[in-house]
């Protein structure tokens, strides 16, 4: 008998065909778009971390409001920054 995979059926013996491979998809690439939502998502957050934190670590009103407000002008200044860069990106792309 030979070593191919296989049973036996009405006492004849017949070979099992190999399983089809499985093509597994790729998965996309993140589009422009997607990552910059991602970077304005995690700046975002990076600000609220901040001042969360800030929050618990001074214990004064105005400690926590001058913390505040500077986070909250530095994320929208990163922000803005973000979106020029992204912006510039959109229309070099365009000129490909």
Do not use: C
């Not at 600000?47 to 105005?62: Q, R």
């Amino acid at each position: 008998m030979s070593e191919e995979k296989g049973r036996f059926v009405q006492g004849r013996w017949v070979v099992d065909p190999d399983p089809e491979p499985v093509e597994e998809e790729a998965p996309a690439a993140p589009t422009v778009e997607e990552r910059i939502h991602e970077a304005a998502e995690s700046v975002r957050k990076a600000v609220n971390d901040v001042m969360n934190a800030g929050h618990h670590l001074l214990g004064t009103p105005e400690g926590h409001e001058h913390i505040e407000r500077t986070a909250r002008k530095a994320g929208e200044d990163l922000e803005r920054a973000i979106n020029a860069w992204a912006e510039s990106a959109r229309q070099a792309l365009r000129r490909l």
